[in-house]
């Protein structure tokens, strides 16, 4: 999968196109070049709510990370998600934009894997 033509996409809440993304919507760009898309779910960043939303995604945890996988996270406090685009880097977006980050950086890891 290539995505460097992702880095230069702006954050847009709910955005779903090169015009601007979200965090999910970047994902699921990732996940559809890829050839493992999953459905474009909206969620309200609700942990009480956070274990039905990753049951409709269709992905099972893993505990570890690999290329391909989806990672959720903290970041600034608030639950986030990323693409793994090889088991030690995560693409994922940012007010800022598209940022490419070590997961080791990233807290509260958890990795999901397409089924």
Known sequence: MTYEDLLIVPYKE?????NGMDCYGLVLECCERAGTPIPDIVYGN???????YIRALNVQEIGFPVKGAILQCTLDGDLHIGYLIDKKTCLHMTYGGVR????????????????
């Open 100 to 115: 490419v980050t070590p997961i080791a950086a990233l807290k509260n890891k958890r990795y999901f894997e397409v089924i």
């Open 14 to 18: 709910n955005g779903r196109d090169e």
């Open 46 to 52: 609700d942990s009480a709510t956070l274990p039905e």
